[in-house]
């Protein structure tokens, strides 16, 4: 079995900096594809960020320039560095990442979420 574990979310007040870190533990042959979604309440799930094995990035218009998103294979870890944040950043934020588990089968799994509240 897989698991995600985040941490780093919290409470800032507008224009402060967070950075958000998942861990994948368990059966894993390989890791492809890692990032991040958010939900804003009321709001339907939003890719923010997403980052391959090899480090090619890809991130949301409202969040260029702002995040970063950064891993590292040997650990199982991607990082999501969130500067200049603003009350509309104010979501819970999911980590996620596209799985080998054996020769055959890859899998997306989930993090359960942690929230980011931006104050104005």
């Known amino acids: 079995q897989v698991q995600l574990a985040e941490s780093g979310g919290g409470l800032v007040r507008a224009g402060e900096s967070l950075r958000l870190s998942c861990a994948a533990s368990g059966r894993i042959v390989s890791i492809n594809l890692m990032g991040w979604y958010r939900q804003a309440p009321g709001e339907q799930r939003e890719l923010v960020a997403t980052i391959l094995s090899g480090g090619s990035t890809n991130y949301a218009d409202s969040v260029k320039g702002r995040f970063t998103i950064s891993r590292d294979n040997a650990k199982n870890t991607v990082d999501l560095k969130m500067n200049g944040l603003s009350p509309e950043d104010t979501a819970v934020f999911y980590c996620?990442?596209?799985?080998?588990?054996?020769?055959?089968?890859?899998?997306?799994?989930w993090g359960r979420g942690t929230q980011v509240t931006v104050s104005s």
């Open positions: 996620f990442a596209n799985i080998r588990v054996n020769d055959y089968t890859n899998h997306t799994f």
